[in-house]
């Protein structure tokens, strides 16, 4: 117990340095998150809150439209970040050795619009594809097609905002990729050269295994992105066609601030906190595992 | 040693108390600084766009907070018990749930809301709002007709104090109409034109076939939309075109009956013939307007407000120039489907009786003060006085006034209004994409939307 004390006594200066972070962290991201697990076992209204136990999680699943945001949530999640993680590779790998002008030109192209704001990029995007004004529309019906409408359609809507976030979000993950890259050591590559392998092989055999913590690390942050993805969605198709394109993160705003169903919507959180807890643990523990 | 940890501790202490005051709540009222007795009471008003100016577009920098920091003004200058300030503040009208929902969540509601009521009624059923019984005298219910009154009234209590009303209809471009050869289904100017439903039907079948495509290229007959629900009480117009009743006595849907599901496919039919605008699903009415307003669109929706801010784009060179009418939108019967919005104050219930009581006399002067309600004027003035002085500058308010007989009640008074309108536009877009018959569109909307009805039945103030 004296030590203890005095250990204490002794760090002090520590405690007080780190105090500041760990108090926001407490204050902004910890009690949130038990306010949110509490507020899911209540029905709340202006005027009180009524304990309900798991009867919100309950309504949550009888529910076919959250059913269904769950469903368009695990594809985008799926599309989304194996369409970047591969594109980004291919991407990389063939200019990462190139002449460094080359590469800042490739990387500056594809990181534009990363730093163009989600909501600039929906708007764009919205402009082109709206079936009362939409430039796309437009020249479709003068080239005598008929009536194109990508985003009131079921079919097209989920592969229209899967390329519109994939656009928007591959610059980043091009970005650590080529940097990750041209940190792999030279030798191994005269090395395989030496042997006679071919670009592929270096690529699949060499490339690829050296850059896998980075791999991970763009998994993980994809995955819990794409997991928050909404902007696009309100911007876009407000969920629709008949809640075709509504996904968890759109079905809890919408419960939240729309039907003021705040229990419902904290359900829907606490849901959405376990399946990322769930996916990023094991990619976690595999990031930090030394070889 | 000592002193350096003393000044760490003595730093993080201020930086602490630096975050807790950020963090501490506002003073409801404290003492004036120019003033020896009088409290000062700052209260916040929202509103959603509604006319610009005082009184009119015209006046130089006329916005739509113009009003109400004009009333503001003259109501802190002549009130005796408190230093009053208040912060206006406008909002768009498809955010207005979201704001209000976090803010009441937060705990920080705003005093006073300016809205359309039929989209606040849920706020009274949530115990959000107070009454207003007590700023309601014998001379206002003169004035004003019961009928406001009633649309006003959620229970036994008013809620929002009436000011004006924007009843909504169809609007028509005549040159469109004239150009297509439809020169006999024209109304007059100041007239709101009835046509039977078969009418309407020859008219967007001669709009699509006879419209000269030199002159009006890449337009439409008539504008439909179901994005979202904004302007949605048009497309529960369009519903009701076959005579469903919509709601029961007990204030449940009945919409899926056989007239309620002819509608559905009534809408359904014209949409697949190309006699609307394409993509109604991921069209919203602000789209809709637009087309309209840049004649891509003959018919469209429109409300009083809508009417005259359209026809001062026009004389403003803000927008193309061509001859609006106005026209009911039709049924079957032959008699038309009309409604209105009433316009009004509600005062929220903050918890802080001193700006509840300051609020209340705000609400009571601006919509009581014989000038500042003859701004009413810019849509449609609940006020009989207030109309009959401008019943000659508008020669509308006459056929608006004539039109009333047709009103009918699109929200049928039930609790989660709100809600209910999140849950018909969805199956607006099932029929229109055909991923539902209109038959099962109709019947899903009304297992949701009584769903809706019950759950805040059973969480309302009122109805308990």
Redesign the interface.
């Known amino acids: 117990m004296k030590t203890n004390k005095h250990a204490l006594k002794a760090n002090?200066?520590g405690y007080?340095f780190i105090?500041?972070q760990l108090?926001l962290f407490l204050v902004f991201l910890v009690y949130p998150i038990i306010e949110g697990i509490r507020l899911s076992l209540f029905?709340?209204?202006?005027?009180n809150e009524i304990f309900v136990g798991l009867g919100n999680y309950k309504t949550l699943f009888e529910d076919p439209v959250f059913l269904k945001s769950t469903l368009n949530t695990v594809i985008f999640v799926v599309s989304i970040v194996a369409l970047t993680i591969v594109f980004a590779l291919f991407v990389s790998s063939a200019v990462f050795d190139k002449n460094a002008k080359y590469v800042s030109f490739i990387r500056g192209s594809y990181y534009i619009p990363v730093m163009v704001s989600m909501v600039v990029m929906s708007m764009v995007w919205g402009f082109l594809l709206?079936?009362?004004?939409g430039l796309i529309?437009?020249v479709a019906?003068q080239l005598d097609f008929s009536?194109v409408?990508f985003?009131?359609?079921?079919h097209t809507v989920l592969p229209v905002i899967i390329f519109v976030t994939f656009a928007t979000n591959v610059g980043q993950a091009i970005i650590l990729y080529i940097a990750s890259m041209i940190g792999v050591p030279k030798d191994l590559f005269e090395a395989a050269e030496v042997d006679g392998a071919s670009r592929t092989t270096i690529i699949f055999k060499i490339l690829i295994p050296m850059v896998k913590p980075t791999t991970y690390y763009l998994i993980i942050m994809n995955i819990i992105a794409v997991l928050k993805i909404f902007v696009v969605i309100q911007l876009l198709?407000?969920?629709?066609?008949?809640?075709?394109s509504t996904t968890l993160m759109y079905f809890l705003y919408?419960n939240?601030?729309?039907?003021?169903q705040?229990g419902v919507a904290s359900a829907v959180g606490v849901i959405m906190f376990l399946i990322t807890l769930l996916l990023s643990v094991p990619q976690l523990r595999a990031m930090l595992k030394k070889d | 040693m000592l002193k350096?940890?003393f000044l760490?501790?003595a730093l993080?202490g201020v930086?602490?108390l630096s975050a807790l005051a950020g963090c501490a709540n506002k003073e409801t009222t404290k003492p004036a600084d120019n003033s020896k007795d009088k409290k000062t009471v700052e209260l916040s008003l929202m509103l959603t766009p509604q006319w610009k100016g005082v009184m009119d577009p015209s006046e130089k920098g006329a916005d739509y907070d113009s009003f109400f920091k004009a009333a503001a003004d003259k109501f802190s200058k002549q009130y005796k018990d408190y230093d009053v300030k208040v912060k206006v503040e406008v909002i768009a009208s498809d955010q207005r749930?979201?704001l209000l929902?976090?803010k009441?969540?937060g705990g920080t509601p705003p005093d006073i809301f300016f809205e359309n009521t039929f989209a606040m009624g849920d706020y009274a059923h949530?115990?959000?709002l107070v009454p207003l019984n007590d700023i309601v005298d014998d001379a206002a219910k003169k004035d004003i007709d019961k009928k406001y009154w009633d649309s006003v009234t959620f229970g036994k209590d008013v809620y929002f104090y009436p000011f004006s009303h924007m009843p909504g209809t169809l609007a028509y471009n005549a040159d469109m109409f004239k150009a297509a050869g439809l020169d006999q289904y024209i109304g007059g100017e100041n007239e709101i034109k009835t046509w039977t439903l078969k009418d309407y039907e020859t008219i967007l079948n001669a709009l699509k076939k006879d419209l000269p495509k030199d002159k009006y290229s890449?337009a439409y007959p008539m504008g439909l939309f179901a994005?979202?629900n904004q302007g949605d009480t048009w497309n529960l117009a369009y519903l009701r075109m076959f005579g469903t009743k919509f709601f029961d006595k007990k204030g449940n849907l009945v919409v899926d009956d056989k007239n309620g599901v002819e509608a559905a496919k009534w809408l359904k039919k014209t949409y697949d013939a190309g006699l609307t605008?394409?993509?109604?699903?991921?069209?919203s009415s602000n789209?809709?307007n637009?087309?309209f307003q840049n004649q891509?669109l003959a018919i469209s929706f429109t409300n009083s407000v809508l009417f005259n801010s359209a026809k001062a784009d026009m004389a403003a060179g803000k927008a193309p120039k061509f001859d609006i009418r106005l026209a009911n939108i039709p049924s079957e019967s032959g008699d038309p489907l009309t409604f209105t919005y009433v316009s009004g104050a509600a005062v929220f219930n903050t918890k802080d009786k001193t700006r509840i009581k300051v609020s209340k006399d705000f609400v009571k002067f601006f919509s009581t003060d014989p000038e500042l309600v003859k701004a009413s004027k810019n849509g449609i003035p609940v006020r009989t006085s207030v109309a009959n002085e401008f019943k000659s500058q508008n020669p509308l308010f006459a056929a608006y006034d004539k039109n009333a007989q047709y009103l009918f009640n699109f929200t049928g008074s039930v609790p989660g209004y709100?809600?209910l309108r999140?849950v018909l536009?969805?199956?607006l877009?099932?029929i229109?994409?055909g991923?539902?018959t209109p038959a099962q569109a109709m019947e899903d909307y009304q297992t949701n939307g009584n769903k809706v009805i019950k759950d805040s039945r059973a969480?309302s103030?009122i109805e308990q």
């Open positions: 002090m200066t007080l105090a500041p108090i029905r709340i209204n202006y005027t709206n079936p009362a004004n529309p437009y019906k009536n409408n985003l009131g359609n079921p198709t407000g969920g629709g066609p008949n809640n075709s919408n939240a601030f729309k039907y003021n705040l | 350096k940890r760490v501790t993080s930086l602490a749930d979201e929902n976090v009441l969540n949530r115990g959000a890449n994005l979202n605008n394409p993509g109604a699903e991921s069209v789209d809709v637009a087309m891509k709100s809600q999140q536009y969805p199956e877009q099932a229109y994409t991923q539902k969480n103030v």
